[in-house]
């Protein structure tokens, strides 16, 4: 994001070079905010690497990647596809092997497969808002990732 907002700013002294400094000053303002928020979520988030969560889709692959969670399985057995009785039953009996911490739905998708596997493994829901405007909270980039990880650290208690 810190690149885009560079190229932006360097986009938008060419359109309208009367204000260039402005621009160049906000987007410095907003490179050296977005860092220390990248530093603290990283320094928050800590206690959730290696931590194992079942997602509804696979649409967390960076999130996870960046804060080191671990995919413990999948409510759709293939993308798009929907969950089905069998593949629940398949995915409790995995779980009871190698256990998941969490199961990790959008504020998009039904919940209803995320709270039947709840009711079977004992696991807690947790309703992450995916974009910006994705709940109250997450009103701009800086709420999303905050609300984000404030919700993983709720489950993981």
Do not use: C
Request: net charge neutral; charged share 25%.
């Amino acid at each position: 994001l810190a690149r885009i907002a560079e190229a932006l700013a360097e986009r938008l002294t060419t359109i309208d070079p009367a204000n260039a400094v402005h621009y160049r000053k906000r987007q410095e303002a907003f490179a050296q905010r977005w860092q220390q928020a990248i530093t603290g979520w990283e320094e928050k988030a800590a206690p959730l690497r290696e931590m194992r969560a079942v997602v509804h889709h696979k649409d967390w692959v960076y999130l996870f990647d960046w804060l080191g969670l671990v995919e413990a399985g999948t409510l759709e057995p293939k993308p798009g596809l929907p969950t089905s009785v069998g593949h629940l039953a398949t995915l409790k009996r995995d779980l009871e092997r190698d256990p998941a911490a969490m199961i990790v739905h959008t504020a998009y998708q039904n919940d209803r497969a995320a709270r039947r596997l709840a009711q079977m493994s004992g696991l807690p829901v947790v309703k992450l808002p995916y974009t910006v405007g994705g709940n109250e909270r997450a009103a701009d980039l800086f709420g999303l990732f905050d609300d984000t990880i404030d919700r993983l650290l709720a489950a993981a208690r």
